[in-house]
């Protein structure tokens, strides 16, 4: 690993979300130090050549499952593969998840996530807690989690009937827990109960193969649920986080909902936003079967240019990197609902949403940042920490070449995964050096890194980004009674049950 100390950034463009200049960037022990030109440095200084090259900060993939075991078998990108190719596609940061089975204790899964993580993992990186059950010593754990392990924020699924599955009574309890506790409330929106009725048609029509997995699960399904937990998170006055946002109808309803001022922020995906679910269509099964996730990519091709071009409104990118090689899918070759369910992307991230975004004029280098890092590090209050380029923030940088192009291939991935789904795609805008807090960990194709690198990054409750409007609502919105004389009427009188 490159141990300088002290790193110089010269002649490059510094992109932050509010706006680019021509200026230098000094490192020193893992933060940025200075911004400006003419900048006094140390002696030993290493210097890097950034000539017509953007620096941005280092993205943020807000949605990942590192070795998550599911559906009978294991993610087979693990904290170590998943987070040196994180480094290679400019990505320095994850937020993973802890998904405790029902009925299990939240801090002990939390607790077997970190021992996981921590020795293996390259990057910088926080966890997100998933709620799969309810009774009163998850509401404790969760406040917990909040004060001493540094979690804000909670997802619960509305898929995955019998599994992880919430009920709405269950949602509401727990938007309210958040509420309190200062969290961030996330859901998987998708109508588990409908589903599960759709799967069961699919199968009896003899509907087996993977364009079953869409066909059971379409957009309104998304849509439905996305409105209904944006109905109840109102209702408990708490922020929603829709994560991997996959349709053009649940991206209106974030969309619709935002403009009448509900907090709400929607997370579309590298694979949503690069591919479409014309793949569950191909002949080819083991082809087809590599896009399956929840909720599915649409066969709908134009979605990926709508989610493009709604992305200012929904705020920020993940992945939902969760890479299941192609034996591993074939647990269900019979049987689409047997297939786990999962996609590559913490490496392609960037580079698909520059060449879909940037090189395609729907968005600027600006926008960029803020749909790649700077909008998660506010809502996920890991700002200006993380997300931004200035004075005291950890160095998490990418020197970006605008210009130079590469062609996504598993064969040339560093992702353990077997295959990519943006195989073949031509993209224009590469990370050409990755530095992460003030190492250089990718550079000219090479990764310069070491297992457990990385640091777990605690996140405080109340972030102010979120918060604000909820706080302030919270004040002068509360609900009042009328002030009346008391009723003195004739009431009638009812005849007591027998
Ligand atoms: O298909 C998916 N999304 N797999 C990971 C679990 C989840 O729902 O996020
Ligand atoms: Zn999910
Ligand atoms: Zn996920």
Not at 28 to 57: F, N
Not at 67 to 78: C, I, K, N, Q, R
Not at 80 to 109: N, R, W, Y
Not at 391 to 399: E, F, H, Q, R
């Amino acid at each position: 690993m490159t141990t300088q100390s002290q790193i110089l950034i010269k002649g490059g463009k510094v992109v932050n979300e509010d706006f680019s200049e021509m200026t230098d960037v000094y490192i020193e022990d893992g933060v940025i130090s200075a911004v400006g030109s003419d900048l006094q440095v140390a002696a030993g200084t290493r210097v890097i050549d950034a000539t017509d090259r953007l620096v941005l900060p280092g993205g943020i993939d807000t949605h990942t499952h590192m070795e998550l075991s599911f559906m009978g078998t294991t993610a087979v990108d693990d904290f170590h593969t998943g987070t040196k190719a994180a480094f290679a596609g400019g990505t320095t940061m994850i937020l993973d998840f802890v998904i405790p089975q029902k009925g299990c204790s939240l801090l002990e899964a939390y607790e077997q996530w970190r021992t996981t993580a921590d020795p293996k993992v390259c990057c910088d990186y926080s966890l997100h807690m998933a709620v799969t059950w309810w009774d009163d010593t998850v509401k404790k754990e969760m406040e917990t989690l909040v004060r001493d392990k540094g979690v804000n924020s909670f997802k619960m699924f509305m898929a995955y009937k019998d599994v992880f599955m919430l009920r709405d009574n269950e949602l509401y309890a727990v938007f309210a827990q958040c509420k309190e506790i200062g969290a961030i409330a996330q859901v998987h929106a998708e109508n588990g109960d409908l589903i599960a009725e759709g799967a069961k048609r699919m199968l009896s029509l003899g509907i087996t193969g993977p364009e079953g997995h869409e066909m059971c699960r379409p957009e309104e399904v998304e849509a439905e649920a996305t409105q209904r937990a944006i109905t109840i998170a109102h209702a408990a006055n708490c922020p929603l986080y829709v994560v991997h946002v996959m349709s053009k109808s649940a991206a209106k309803v974030v969309a619709n909902a935002r403009r009448n001022g509900r907090v709400v922020f929607g997370e579309p995906i590298a694979a949503g936003l690069g591919t479409d679910g014309t793949n569950y269509w191909h002949k080819d099964w083991a082809h087809a079967v590599g896009f399956v996730m929840g909720p599915p990519l649409r066969p709908d091709s134009s979605t990926p240019r709508y989610l493009m071009d709604l992305l200012d409104d929904l705020s920020v990118t993940g992945t939902d990197n969760c890479t299941f090689s192609v034996c591993q899918k074939a647990l269900g070759k019979d049987d689409f609902t047997k297939i786990p369910n999962g996609v590559n992307g913490v490496e392609d991230r960037m580079s698909v949403i520059w060449e879909k975004g940037v090189h395609s004029g729907k968005m600027d280098e600006n926008r960029f940042v803020a749909v790649t890092s700077t909008n998660a590090a506010k809502i996920f209050n890991l700002y200006p920490q993380k997300g931004r380029i200035a004075k005291g923030s950890d160095a998490d940088l990418v020197i970006w070449d605008p210009e130079a192009t590469r062609v996504i291939s598993a064969k040339t991935h560093h992702q353990a995964v077997d295959y990519n789904i943006f195989e073949g795609m031509l993209c224009h805008g590469l990370p050409v050096v990755t530095i992460s807090r003030g190492k250089v960990v990718y550079e000219n194709g090479q990764l310069f890194t070491k297992p457990g690198m990385g640091r777990y990054i605690p996140r405080k409750p109340f972030s102010e980004f979120v918060y604000n409007r909820i706080n302030q609502r919270e004040k002068v919105g509360k609900p009042c009674a009328v002030c009346r004389e008391p009723y003195t009427g004739e009431i009638i009188s009812i005849a007591p049950k027998r």
